[in-house]
T-cell receptor
């Protein structure tokens, strides 16, 4: 049973436009959410996160929105750049900061930003 | 700044062989993790550790063993390798009280 779902395996956008990556979760105990970016042959790198007590977090071109009632979060990248082309993983955890904290990942969305 | 370092980067193993994937971190993080990623799938947790001498199973622990004798090192042992263990393995760490997990660059393992 997949607790974190990224239903779009891929997304293609034009440079300068907005990229919107979506993620749904089923476990109501999740209280912390993260987005990771992964280039081929490299490990995932942390991008941005949000606690369940917030509904928005912004860092430069990246904004994450959380809708707890819908169990849905999204990552907005504005403006998109060719260097943003990568696989984006949504991850979630319960027990924020605690010893039992571990991440559950979605399958990822491959973002391609065309020049 | 090294962060999380994994070795080897690539390895081909024969069925039934054993090997150890090494992982070390220089950030003095309490928590360490091993994940595997199969093609087209998300990362799945194999084992994790909350500190030296303490380890626990994750979602997919069968066929693997770990130890944590020091804060810095968290090796993953594969006994009797099987083709189903062909995957990319990621070691990661997290500071106590923090929520961000930092990953190594990965180890690509093929079992033939």
């Amino acid at each position: 049973d997949q607790q974190v779902k990224q239903n779009s395996p891929s997304l293609s956008v034009q440079e300068g436009r907005i990229s919107i990556l979506n993620c749904d979760y089923t476990n109501s105990m999740f209280d912390y959410f993260l987005w990771y970016k992964k280039y081929p042959a490299e490990g995932p790198t942390f991008l941005i996160s949000i606690s369940s007590i917030k509904d928005k977090n912004e860092d430069g071109r990246f904004t994450v929105f959380l809708n707890k009632s819908a169990k849905h979060l999204s990552l907005h990248i504005v403006p998109s750049q060719p260097g943003d082309s990568a696989v984006y993983f949504c991850a979630a955890s319960a027990n924020s900061g605690g010893s039992n904290y571990k991440l559950t990942f979605g399958k990822g969305t491959l973002l391609t930003v065309n020049p | 700044n090294a962060g999380v370092t994994q070795t080897p980067k690539f390895r081909i193993l024969k069925i039934g062989q054993s090997m150890t994937l090494q992982c070390t971190q220089d950030m003095n993080h309490n928590y360490m993790y091993w994940y595997r990623q199969d093609p087209g799938m998300g990362l799945k947790l194999i084992y994790y550790s909350v500190g030296a001498g303490i380890t626990d199973k994750g979602e997919v622990p069968n066929g693997y063993n770990v130890s944590r004798s020091t804060t810095e090192d968290f090796p993953l042992r594969l006994e009797l390798a099987a083709p189903s263990q062909t995957s990319v393995y990621f070691c990661a760490s997290r500071p106590g009280g923090g929520n961000t997990i930092y990953f190594g660059e990965g180890s690509w393992l093929t079992v033939v």
